[in-house]
């Protein structure tokens, strides 16, 4: 049987940890979780870019593999990036949570991209044109193909601003928070072959209260799924048990700014 493995999670709030823990609890029993918390990071990047705590979340990291992690899953849209280029110096697979969400997206007509952060809409827009397949050159005019044989294009995408989502999310009023998302999502004018992308895994329970036709996506879930499987196939690899592994002696075990969410009342981060 192939082990579960351990899987660590960078989330800027704890907010995250009951809606992870109820997925894997759910769909990948026997997957351990680490949940590493670290607001501050979120704030940062608000502030200055998401560069410019780039050593910041490789340090985070970088812990979380010295305490045995198998593969870590970067739940912040805005840090995905980052996270994701602090693993070739890991040596385990780093994923973001958007990106499975995001290769889904990249097959329809149209993408509306719908964020309650600011900081969060470059990342998403630039991580669905990675997803896109490449657009083909067009054939001169004497060689255009026939209409049903048109040649693929990427898709076009429209992004939406929930104006005053976050402060919300911020104060602690977390179903005023989906409301907002959610009529956000209706008010998206229909399009046939389009699908709306929640871009912040903080808004996932809004899809629920929809009314759009429109398929509306979230990353939670897919997002666990491909963590767990790079988990379960790094844990294989290093015929790691599984659970706790032990630390070598003097093996950083986290960065200062990082902590174990113990706190769900708190609503700060993404």
Known sequence: MTPAGTLALL???????????????????????????????????????????????????????????????????TLGAVAEDAAASLGVPVL?????????AARARRIVVVAAL?????????????????????????ESPPAEEARWQPSPVTTVL????????????????LDAVAEAVD?????????????????????GRTSTPMPVLSSPRPGLAAAAKAAGAGAAGRGRPEGPVRRAPGAPSRHPGKRRSDRPDERRGL
């Open 96 to 104: 973001r949570v958007d990106r499975p969400m995001a290769a889904e």
């Open 187 to 207: 008010r998206v004018p229909v399009t046939a072959g389009g699908v709306v992308v929640l871009a912040q895994a903080s808004m996932a329970d809004a899809a």
């Open 118 to 142: 600011r900081s969060t809409l470059e990342p998403t827009v630039a991580l669905l044109a990675e997803e896109s397949p490449p657009a083909e050159e067009s054939p001169p005019a004497e």
């Open 11 to 77: 989330h800027t709030s704890p907010v995250h940890v009951p809606v992870f823990d109820a997925l894997r609890d759910r769909h990948h029993p026997g997957l351990v979780l680490r949940h590493l918390v670290d607001e501050e990071l979120l704030v940062r990047a608000r502030e200055a870019g998401p560069g410019a705590v780039a050593g910041s979340v490789a340090a985070v990291l970088a812990g979380a593999v010295a305490d045995g992690a198998d593969a870590v899953l970067c739940t912040c849209s």
């Open 162 to 177: 929930v104006e005053g989502a976050w402060e919300r999310f911020e104060a602690g009023d977390r179903e005023g928070y």
